[in-house]
């Protein structure tokens, strides 16, 4: 398992952080621009994204430091069905700092955030734009659930990191983002059954 670094510390990301929002609209359109460019395709569209987030009440939004104050990554969440199930909305960490246990930290973390204010489950949805499953470039209908149960990861689809965090594929929407590109859906329980 690898550790992540000693020196994060995880906070809220606070309006009046400027510095902190900066850096993180930063990380958000690096982290997002190779694979999937049009999701903020400039540093104003993700700026846009991050003042959205902060100031909805109905949103966590926390953030991974380091010792310089740096951003290493961000993680939102939203609540939804009257809170008790949250969906990650953004996770993106430093790209010269993933697989650190960055993405872990703050999956955790929000586990614990969602779970204060009464969450009982943990949704993410992981779309597949440029074929990295085999869910892709194919037709899925009519046995969606059949191309689910023999997925397969092609080209480093971010659904296994998830699944090692306990997360489990509750679905798909075919042709979410175009013919032949779904969205996969994962889902973890993080309240008392």
Request: glycine share 10%; net charge negative.
């Amino acid at each position: 398992m690898i550790m992540p670094p000693k020196t994060i510390n995880i906070i809220d990301l606070k309006p009046e952080n400027k510095d902190h929002i900066e850096q993180t609209a930063e990380l958000l359109f690096e982290g997002f621009k190779t694979n999937w460019p049009e999701a903020w395709p400039d540093i104003s569209s993700a700026l846009t994204e991050v003042n959205e987030a902060i100031n909805d009440e109905n949103r966590i939004n926390r953030i991974a430091i380091n010792q310089q104050g740096l951003v290493m990554g961000w993680i939102g969440g939203i609540s939804l069905y009257r809170g008790r199930v949250w969906e990650i909305h953004p996770l993106v960490v430093h790209i010269a700092h993933q697989g650190k246990g960055i993405g872990r930290l703050l999956i955790i973390d929000l586990e614990k955030q969602a779970s204060i204010r009464g969450g009982l489950t943990l949704f993410a949805g992981s779309d597949d734009e440029n074929y990295m499953t085999s869910l892709s470039g194919c037709d899925l209908y009519p046995e969606v659930l059949k191309h689910l149960s023999f997925i397969k990861n092609l080209k480093g689809h971010p659904y296994e990191f998830y699944l090692k965090l306990g997360f489990t594929i509750v679905g798909c929407l075919p042709d979410a983002n175009g013919p032949g590109k779904p969205d996969i859906y994962l889902a973890k329980r993080i309240g008392k059954f």
